[in-house]
Nanobody, 127 residues
């Protein structure tokens, strides 16, 4: 499997917006895809997941209403639109694919059900 490649991170002021992209290919992209994040000194946490068709999504409570996950299968790309950013959103954001069924990954999203991790992209939100 080919590792996904994330981009779009950067430094933004609180209240601002960023759009992250994750390009994957082949079998890696032919699955449910997820965004996770890890802040310094903290464990990696779930942010959002999307199923193969893009018709189903699940969000962490901390980002619900502010972040939107989407995918363009013609471009093998998953996006994370982030609005109303807060300093606590500062983290390295990574995308990954899951070979598990949607029912499983959506019930309790966790990084253990995902593989083929990208290197991540840094998002820093200043206050």
């Amino acid at each position: 499997q080919v590792q996904p490649v994330e981009s779009g991170g950067g430094l933004v002021q609180a209240g601002g917006s960023l759009r992250l992209s994750c390009v994957a290919s082949g079998r890696t992209f032919s699955n449910s895809m997820g965004w996770f994040r890890q802040a310094p000194g903290k464990e990696r946490e779930f942010v959002a997941i999307i199923n193969w068709s893009g018709g189903r999504t699940v969000y962490a409570d901390s980002v619900k209403g502010r972040f939107t996950i989407s995918r363009d299968n013609t471009k093998s790309t998953v996006y994370l639109e982030m609005n109303s950013l807060k300093p606590e959103d500062t983290a390295v954001y990574s995308c990954a694919a899951s070979g598990r069924s949607w029912t499983v990954v959506a019930h309790t999203p966790r990084d253990a059900d995902f593989g083929s991790w990208g290197q991540g992209t840094q998002v820093t939100v200043s206050s």
